[in-house]
Every structure is written in structure tokens, then in C-alpha cells.
């Protein structure tokens, strides 16, 4: 009997249209790979899940009988970190890797629960989970030999990108906003030391930070981390990416004096310098925010910057 149509989420058929041939080509070719994958991997693929955009995503069975995910990214260079990154942790603070086809850009992944942000808990909750779980994930060891990438300056290239589309955009938020975060990238840029450098997640919010479904090793906070940039940083980096949310609380409230709160606690729970913690935090709102505003000229979308006017 043959299989059923392979229906591609529509955010991520969008994503594929904006790459041009190399995405009609990764669209025409799904159903072989899947196919493929099926055979050599001795799996049943079954429906897509939602919530991506750059890769189809779907409920796996083995041939044992257990659940897993299969992951189909678009094609993307920076997909093959992932997986090395995933490969060098062993599970450890991430999901675990069970088989990969980096030519074909394919991971299967043990299947999990919830994301930390669906499961009601408190903000201080969540950031103290991220904290334990960065520190284990801060653990995989960087790629040596031919595998082996320079430490980023993450500070520069955000400083860049905030600068540039804040023009484009048509300076869509203050200038004070936009030259503070700019002191941030300067402040960040000028502490860079590659030697303190870790493989650091690059985008640790709770929604990647995903329930396992029974205790493991590797992961004793209960959770793990799922769609690592995995690159060589800067480790406070990942915590500002901790603080840079919270936008509903931080406009709830007192917005300077809660921030403050959340960055201390961050601070406290890792053994940080929360002066760092504080800079890439604002940097990464504001350099969200106009990405996010890129995308979406859309006023309700605007929550990371003007959290970013409160904050100052």
C-alpha cells in the first residue's frame, strides 16, 4: 500500500520557497528521504509535528518498538554543528543523538516531553533550571582537529546587526536603546577571552530546554536542551540569553529592579559576573527585537523592545 502524501508544515514549505531551488529541491526530495531514512535506519515515520520552521519534524517508531523523532532540517550549513555538538555531548545536558545523516542534514533523537515554558512554572523556576542545565551542557567538549572553529566574538557580529537594521528599519526604536546596547557589545567585545570560551548552546530559553520522559543520566535537572548553534563562546553569553526574556513579568512590574532581580539570581546560581550577564542580556533584547521585527513589521511583536525602553 503506499505511504501517505508527506504534508510539510506551512511555516516550514514558507522557509523552504525563501531558500530558492536548494528548497524546491529539499521539498521534491522529502518523500525519497524519508523513504530512505525508513530503510536504512529501520524506523516508521509517522505525522509531522508542529512548531518548527526550518526543519519537518516528525514521531518516530524503532524497530524495537520505542518512540523516537526524526529531524529533516532545511539545508543549512550550520546544521552540521548541531549535530557535532549533539554527537560530543552523549547526552549529556542535550538530547540524546541515536542516528545522523549530516549529508542529507537528517538526525533521529530520543523522543521527549514537554518544553520547560509549557509547564506553568514560575520565571525564577525556569531560570534556575536553565542555570543547572547550561552547566552541564557547558561540558561537551569543543571539536578539535579539522573540526576545529576560532572562539566567535558573538559581541561584534550582534553589534553589527543591531546597528544595520536598526537604520532599516527606520529607527524603530530610541536612540539611547540602540547606543546602549551598542556600550554592551563594546564592554563584551573588549572582555573576549578565547581561553575561557565553552561550546555554549546560543540560544538557551526555556522553549529548548525539553522534559525527558523518565530519569537519565545526563539529565538530572529533568530536562534537556534541544536545537544547539553549538559554537565556541563566551558562557555568559548563554546566560544573557537566560535573562533576555520575560517580557510579560518585566512589564507587569517595576521593570529595572526585577531585571536586576532575575540577573543576580542567574548570577548567584552559575557563579557568573552579572555585569556580563547584564550586557549580553540587553544586547541580545534589543538585537532580538529588531530581528523579530524583520520578520514581522507587526506592533504586537515589539514586547523585547520595549522592555528594552523600560529597562533604561
Known sequence: MPKPEVVVPLAVREKAVQLGDAGAAWLSGLPDLIADLERRWSITIGEPLNGGTAAYVART???????????????????ARQIRTLAAARGRGY????????????????????????LGLSPEAQIDTLCDLLQEAWQVP????????????????????????????????????????????????AAFDPER???????????????VLAPRAGAESGFVFVDPDGFLGDPTYDLGVVLRDWCPELLAADAPSLARRYCRQIAARTGMDPAAIWDWGFLERVSTGLYVLSLNPDDQVRAHLTTAEALL
Open 61 to 79: 517508531r524503532t524497530a524495537d518498538g520505542s518512540d523516537a523523532v526524526v529531524k529533516l532540517s532545511l539545508p543549512d550549513p550550520a546544521f
Open 95 to 118: 538530547v540524546r543523538l541515536l542516528a545522523q545523516d549530516a549529508e542529507h542534514h537528517a538526525v533521529l533523537l530520543e523522543a521527549l516531553g514537554r518544553p520547560l515554558n509549557h
Open 142 to 189: 569543543a571539536p578539535t582537529g579539522p573540526d576545529a572553529e576560532p572562539a566567535l566574538n558573538k559581541a561584534r557580529s550582534l553589534a553589527e546587526g543591531v546597528a544595520r537594521r536598526w537604520e532599516e528599519l527606520g529607527q524603530p526604536c530610541s536612540e539611547r536603546v540602540t547606543a546602549y546596547a551598542l556600550e554592551c557589545a563594546d564592554r563584551r567585545e
Open 197 to 211: 570560551c565553552v561550546i555554549v548552546h546560543g540560544d538557551a530559553a526555556s522553549p529548548n530546554a525539553v522534559q
